[in-house]
């Protein structure tokens, strides 16, 4: 028995100790429909975010459409690419533009601010992430609503701003390396950002199913040590 509660201390230590894939998951959602999650994936030095607008409400107009997800990071990060992915597409209001895989790169900034598809005052041409040209509206990227991110709701393509605008559908993955040094606690004070005036929307963070297991199951080998050590 003893080596059993052995074993399964040094699995828990090792679960988290940053060996294995870690975790850290914000929401967003408001009563007139908006929603987004930004779900953050450490593996080694490879960071993913997958920033999702998971909206049914309907685009009326730009600010429901999702732009930029900001943060502040103690670290510096290097961004390789943003991918549209599985479940995504880039629409116009004559339908579906690229498919998923698609590298959006060359529409999507990242700085120590975060990551947008639109300026915001705080992006510039030179952070732009980097990939395949791609159409957009007039303007150098990150300009304006252009591969911001929508989410099923219908989209009024009637409405000026909206009309001539390529939109994500869904979602967007983004990839960066870091530090060795680097975990998930790195990164705060999260914000969602809708449309093209700069004012974030504070995240929520999301407890991590993985992580409460963990936690449950330390509590309950220290329960069973302390069982065995009264008997």
């Given at each position: 028995?003893?080596?059993?509660l052995i074993?399964?201390?040094?699995?828990?230590?090792?679960?988290?100790?940053?060996?294995?894939?870690?975790?850290?998951?914000?929401?967003?959602?408001?009563?007139?429909?908006?929603?987004?999650?930004?779900?953050?994936?450490?593996?080694?030095?490879?960071?993913?975010?997958?920033?999702?607008?998971?909206?049914?409400?309907?685009?009326?107009?730009?600010?429901?459409?999702?732009?930029?997800?900001?943060?502040?990071?103690?670290?510096?990060?290097?961004?390789?690419?943003?991918?549209?992915?599985?479940?995504?597409?880039?629409?116009?209001?004559?339908g579906?533009?690229?498919?998923?895989?698609?590298?959006?790169?060359?529409?999507?900034?990242?700085?120590?601010?975060?990551?947008?598809?639109?300026?915001?005052?705080i992006?510039?041409?030179?952070?732009?992430?980097?990939?395949?040209?791609?159409?957009?509206?007039?303007?150098?990227?990150?300009?304006?609503?252009?591969?911001?991110?929508?989410?099923?709701?219908?989209?009024?393509?009637?409405?000026?701003?909206?009309?001539?605008?390529?939109?994500?559908?869904?979602?967007?993955?983004?990839?960066?390396?870091?530090?060795?040094?680097?975990?998930?606690?790195?990164?705060?004070?999260?914000?969602?950002?809708?449309?093209?005036?700069?004012?974030?929307?504070?995240?929520?963070?999301?407890?991590?199913?993985?992580?409460?297991?963990l936690?449950?199951?330390?509590?309950?080998?220290?329960?069973?040590?302390?069982?065995?050590?009264?008997?």
């Amino acid at each position: 028995m003893r080596k059993t509660l052995i074993g399964m201390m040094i699995f828990l230590g090792m679960a988290t100790s940053g060996w294995a894939t870690t975790y850290s998951d914000y929401a967003y959602s408001d009563a007139s429909g908006r929603a987004a999650t930004a779900d953050f994936t450490l593996d080694g030095t490879s960071l993913t975010l997958l920033l999702t607008n998971t909206s049914t409400s309907a685009v009326p107009d730009p600010t429901y459409i999702l732009t930029a997800l900001l943060f502040d990071t103690s670290s510096s990060l290097t961004a390789l690419s943003a991918i549209v992915p599985s479940g995504s597409t880039v629409i116009t209001k004559n339908g579906t533009l690229y498919p998923a895989g698609t590298n959006v790169g060359s529409q999507w900034a990242y700085n120590s601010n975060g990551v947008s598809s639109a300026g915001l005052g705080i992006f510039g041409p030179h952070d732009i992430i980097g990939g395949p040209g791609l159409i957009s509206a007039p303007g150098n990227p990150p300009a304006g609503l252009p591969y911001g991110i929508v989410g099923t709701g219908t989209i009024n393509f009637n409405n000026g701003d909206l009309g001539n605008a390529q939109l994500i559908q869904n979602a967007v993955q983004f990839t960066f390396t870091t530090g060795n040094a680097f975990t998930l606690a790195d990164i705060s004070n999260v914000e969602f950002q809708y449309g093209t005036s700069l004012g974030g929307y504070p995240a929520n963070p999301v407890p991590e199913p993985c992580t409460l297991l963990l936690l449950g199951g330390g509590f309950g080998v220290a329960a069973l040590v302390r069982r065995r050590a009264g008997r």
